[in-house]
């Protein structure tokens, strides 16, 4: 996820139980780019002990091959292609989710890449732009162009990131495509990803909102999957994480206000399970020194600590969707 799974943030989940694969934030692939320093880190100094996948943006496929050519070099699990990120000044450039309306494009692309990467090829792409009508042609160019793992966000681009999920679209490219699938959207606990799984037939989930909020997410699935008792997280664990947040993302040059003001893009998901009035959510967006943001979670997470922390998101709750605008 675009400035969330850095380096620094790949490295936390992997002490709260990682998952099995990463993605890096995309690399921008246009004439003349070059690899971003940063995210490249997330592949050169990953001690998580998981592959990861490097994923691209672009529509240059002159480009997309260089990029990828040079990402060869580098201890990447595989290239991974971003057809689905619907930021309007992304999609407005034609690559992201903006390709999903041209099919055409995409099948010039897979054939190129798929013929010049050796390794793994693989796709996270919703089910269309505004319409699922490209959808039956966009798996059929999965399996021709022999894609080694879909990642399938199950809506278009055009409903964002709210409302229902098309699972049953997950299922039909399960049950289409020769690769297996990874269902994405919403799978926001261990009971909704058993549900997901059991509804599509997907090979697994793939897991962006929840992760930011309940970092214990991959390792409750696993215990869920493997018949363990699952653990339960409390407000103690919580106040927790967010110190660890805290650690990870101070830097020497960051003012405390602005330090602060950067962890609210983790605290918007955070505090959609903390209470169900929405009130850490409201005072969080107003604390501007650590002080605050701790006096906060005092009085939110340490009152009663022992207390567990909601298994799902509150419904009523949401994130700014300024923090869900990158894809
Ligand atoms: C802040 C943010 C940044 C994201 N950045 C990326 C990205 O760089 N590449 C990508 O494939 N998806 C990205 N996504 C989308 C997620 O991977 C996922 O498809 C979407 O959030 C739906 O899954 P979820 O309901 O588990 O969050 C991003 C999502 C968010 C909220």
């Not at 995210?39 to 691209?56: D, E, H, M, W, Y």
Request: hydrophobic share 40%; with cysteine; net charge neutral.
């Amino acid at each position: 996820m675009q400035d969330v799974t850095d380096l620094a943030f790949m490295q936390m989940l992997s002490e709260y139980g990682c998952p099995d694969y990463y993605v890096t934030e995309y690399f921008r692939v246009y004439a003349n780019s070059n690899l971003d320093k940063k995210i490249l880190k997330s592949i050169t100094c990953n001690t998580t002990g998981r592959p990861v996948f490097a994923q691209l943006i672009g529509e240059s496929i002159p480009d997309m091959l260089r990029i990828a050519q040079q990402l060869t070099k580098y201890p990447i699990a595989g290239i991974d292609l971003n057809l689905g990120c619907p930021a309007p000044r992304v999609y407005r450039k034609n690559v992201g989710g903006g390709l999903l309306r041209e099919p055409e494009t995409i099948e010039r692309i897979f054939d190129a890449l798929r013929s010049q990467i050796s390794g793994l090829f693989t796709v996270k792409m919703r089910v269309g732009f505004d319409s699922t009508d490209n959808f039956e042609k966009l798996l059929y160019l999965i399996n021709q162009y022999q894609i080694d793992l879909l990642s399938l966000h199950g809506r278009t681009v055009k409903e964002l990131y709210r409302g229902e999920v098309h699972y049953d679209l997950i299922r039909q490219a399960v049950q289409t495509v020769n690769c297996p699938v990874l269902a994405n959207g919403n799978v926001t606990s261990y009971l909704k990803a058993e549900q997901v799984i059991q509804e599509t037939g997907a090979a697994g989930v793939m897991i962006g909102r929840s992760a930011i909020r309940n970092p214990w997410i991959f390792q409750q699935i696993r215990d869920r999957f493997a018949g363990n008792p699952v653990q339960v997280i409390t407000l103690a664990d919580v106040y927790k994480y967010i110190q660890h947040l805290f650690a990870i993302t101070c830097q020497d040059t960051l003012r405390e206000k602005s330090h602060v003001n950067s962890l609210k893009k983790f605290l918007n998901f955070i505090g959609t399970g903390i209470d169900p009035e929405g009130k850490f959510l409201a005072g969080m967006r107003l604390v501007q020194s650590k002080q605050e943001l701790f006096d906060l979670c005092d009085r939110h997470l340490l009152t009663n600590p022992e207390l567990p922390f909601a298994i799902e998101p509150y419904e009523n709750l949401v994130a700014r969707p300024s923090c869900e605008s990158c894809e």
